[in-house]
């Protein structure tokens, strides 16, 4: 007899921040296929939450700019469970608090910045997207892809716009 593991398959979740109104084309073609959507913030206009709603299942926190309209009564920090990991998101990185590891966190998304970037720090993986609204200065236009299998956790960002 033969014993087989039954493994989970892979949960991917598209990340993408600061929108501020648009919801380009490259986005939505990058996020195809997920298996859901977390926007970090900086959404502005509820349009661009039901155009990434069609996609996959959605969550979405506040950012500074999201003050008026449906956009502004989302919370500003979400925290959810996929497979065994537990991700906190919150737009700015500054309202994450002392210790996320202590609190059971195991990836940490954000936005606010513009700036794609990933790190892990205690054990938490760190993930922000970048911005994947209007060119500010002479930043990358980006959104990120955050991998689930069990425990385990990996992410990277991808540039949408060159």
Same mark, same amino acid.
């Given at each position: 007899?033969?014993?087989?593991?039954?493994?989970?398959?892979?949960?991917?979740?598209?990340?993408?921040?600061?929108?501020h109104?648009?919801?380009?084309?490259?986005?939505?073609?990058?996020?195809?296929?997920?298996d859901?959507?977390?926007?970090?913030?900086?959404?502005?206009?509820q349009?661009?939450?039901?155009?990434?709603?069609?996609?996959? /299942?959605?969550?979405?926190? %506040?950012?500074?700019?999201?003050?008026?309209? @449906?956009?502004? !009564?989302? +919370?500003?920090?979400? &925290?959810?469970?996929?497979?065994?990991?537990?991700?906190?998101?919150?737009?700015?990185?500054?309202?994450?608090?002392?210790?996320?590891?202590?609190?059971?966190?195991?990836?940490?998304?954000?936005?606010?910045?513009?700036? /794609?970037?990933?790190?892990? %720090?205690?054990?938490?993986?760190?993930?922000? @997207?970048?911005? !994947?609204? +209007?060119?500010?200065? &002479?930043l990358?236009?980006?959104?990120?892809m955050?991998?689930?299998?069990?425990?385990?956790?990996?992410?990277?960002?991808?540039?949408?716009?060159?």
């Open positions: 007899m033969t014993s087989r593991t039954h493994s989970v398959p892979a949960t991917r979740i598209g990340l993408i921040s600061d929108t109104n648009l919801v380009r084309p490259e986005a939505l073609q990058y996020l195809a296929g997920c859901a959507i977390i926007h970090a913030g900086d959404i502005c206009n349009a661009v939450l039901d155009a990434l709603a069609r996609i996959a /299942p959605l969550t979405a926190v %506040r950012g500074n700019n999201d003050i008026a309209g @449906p956009v502004a !009564a989302l +919370p500003t920090h979400v &925290k959810l469970t996929v497979q065994q990991v537990t991700i906190l998101v919150v737009h700015d990185i500054a309202d994450v608090g002392d210790d996320p590891r202590g609190e059971g966190i195991g990836v940490v998304v954000t936005g606010h910045s513009h700036k /794609p970037a990933i790190s892990e %720090r205690d054990g938490v993986l760190f993930i922000n @997207p970048g911005s !994947a609204g +209007p060119r500010r200065f &002479k990358p236009i980006s959104a990120g955050l991998v689930i299998e069990g425990a385990h956790a990996s992410a990277r960002f991808d540039l949408l716009v060159t």
